[in-house]
Nanobody, 122 residues
Framework: VQLQASGGGLVQAGGSLSLSCAAS????????MAWYRQAPGKPREFVAT???????DYNGAVKGRFTISSDNAKNTVYLQMTSLKPEDTAVYYC?????????????????WGQGTLVTVSS
């Protein structure tokens, strides 16, 4: 299984940016998808998650500014980011908890996508 993230870039403070991440491969089900981020010199932190049923949860630092959503038919998760701040600058990673085919095995577990850089200038 592969998770391909896209949509990062450079934006001024107060601006908006959207990220997307599509899971591909032989996927049987996705329990949840999430976004994490890692700023320079800091550990990776949770940003937001969406369950297959639509329940969402957010890091308090982004609540009210970021919106996570998913398209289950496309195995894709989105992150709409508004009112961006310089402290939102980080590499953003998508994560999925899913069941997929790996060789001859059916595997249930987590998978990370490659990061996409978001830079917010002041």
């Amino acid at each position: 299984v592969q998770l391909q993230a896209s949509g990062g870039g450079l934006v001024q403070a107060g601006g908006s940016l959207s990220l997307s991440c599509a899971a591909s491969g032989t996927i049987f089900s996705i329990r949840s998808m999430a976004w994490y981020r890692q700023a320079p010199g800091k550990p990776r932190e949770f940003v937001a998650t969406v369950a297959s049923a639509g329940d969402t949860d957010y890091n308090g630092a982004v609540k009210g500014r970021f919106t996570i959503s998913s398209d289950n038919a496309k195995n894709t998760v989105y992150l709409q980011m508004t009112s961006l701040k310089p402290e939102d600058t980080a590499v953003y990673y998508c994560f999925a908890h899913l069941t997929y085919q790996h060789g001859t095995n059916r595997v249930t577990g987590g998978s990370w996508g490659q990061g996409t850089l978001v830079t917010v200038s002041s």
